[in-house]
């Protein structure tokens, strides 16, 4: 079962765009989508008119396209609808490049829109909407003005919230991660604000995303396997704990202290209440990223090692 989240942010990743003149993907559709969801977070009607698409498409596309981009609006319009996130009111006379013509010069009454599910998730969710603009520009907006963009596509409240975080607007690596942090915090913390390791229900200032595979050694789909790769920690411990190998998740889902502990007794005081404690966020589809974590980051042996110390 596919939650509406991952079917929106799996199709944004999947994402088919053409090539622009320099090789990078062009951003017609990712625009349409900004727009969209603008559109969706102010509770404004589905479907748009195409005139209206037209318009403010071939704006967002004149200012935010790449260098060299025609600001040719029909074609996200009718590409996005082979997509699970993108519908029209009408089937297209016929297909082929003809319906282009058709669509830019009689302007018919067609309208087009977010499927009603996922319109619904983006209109209800306020952290759904903002964790797909998260994916939007990480993925293809690189170097854009992200207030600009997000104040052109009324998100203002968005660039208002990125800013907090990331204290800039600019999007290089380091602040691109932090932004994942905060997104999968936010993701995480939906399923109730509780310790994965502990079980400790706290103030959400006091968890973090933690991952479960350390990050840099997540391939690229890895790191979007949003829903699995991660788990909210408490700061208070835990998640030091199981960040230096001190705890493991066996294969049976059950927390595991390092035979390392012996030689830290104080360490091992406060590890030991978590030993044998069923994790919930144990299961199928994040056992892989638990072993890995277990083969690599564990600390298998009794005595300190300091080849194991990175
Ligand atoms: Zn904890």
Known sequence: MVSPIETVLASVIRLNVQ???????KRHQPLTLLWAIGRAVRGEERMAEWPEVKRKVAGLIRQFGRAGDAATPHYPFFALRNTPLWELSETPPEEGTRHLTWLNSADPAIRGGFRPAIHDLLTRSRDAADLVVDQLLHDYFDGVDEAALLGAVGLTDTAAARRDFTGALTYEATVARRGEQAMLRRLLIRGGA?????GAELPERLLVAAHIKRRTDCDERERRDL???AMLACTLGCDSLYEHGYIKISDDGLVE?????ASHPDLHDRASRLAGRPVAVWQDSSRGYFAWHATNVFRRQARDESCQDR
């Open 19 to 25: 090539p622009s003149r320099d090789g990078s993907p």
């Open 194 to 198: 509780r310790c994965a390791l502990c």
């Open 227 to 229: 829903d699995n790769v």
């Open 257 to 261: 202290l390092s035979p390392e502990l």
